[in-house]
């Protein structure tokens, strides 16, 4: 499964790297990482069919994570990838939007990376 990781935060590369180390060792999971809205517009550009999973921050500088899903579920309807939205802010107003665009999933920071794998459904 090759997921795409949308955050501006660098460091979030490494937290994925770390946390995943066994199942990105056994190929179960794939990670590509995008520091913005349009580095992953570009990514989605050259490799349309490859990311089956987008984790996308919602406060970014640039295109915010709102914008940037409702390109994808705009652009990309055969098929869509799932999009999980990540924020830092649990608020009501970030949530529904997210759900109006066309979220799949809702995850606020610090991710609970065991519930992610749940949500993946990969067992550790």
């Given amino acids: 499964m090759k997921i795409l990781v949308v955050d501006d935060e660098m ?13 990105i060792r056994n190929k179960i999971v794939e990670f590509v990482f995008a520091f913005s809205g349009e580095e992953a517009i570009s990514y989605l550009g050259r490799y349309p069919h490859e990311a089956v999973l987008i984790l996308s921050d919602i406060n970014m500088p640039g295109m915010s994570g709102l914008e940037l899903l409702g390109y994808i579920k705009q652009k990309y309807s055969a098929p869509p990838p799932i999009v999980m939205m ?28 065991n519930v992610l794998k749940e949500k993946l459904k990969i067992t550790s």
């Fill in 11 to 23: 460091d979030i590369q490494t937290l994925f790297e770390q946390r995943f180390r066994k199942e």
């Fill in 86 to 113: 990540i924020t830092a802010y649990g608020d009501a107003e970030n949530y529904k939007m997210a759900i109006e665009l066309g979220a799949d999933d809702f995850l606020t920071k610090p991710v609970d990376f």
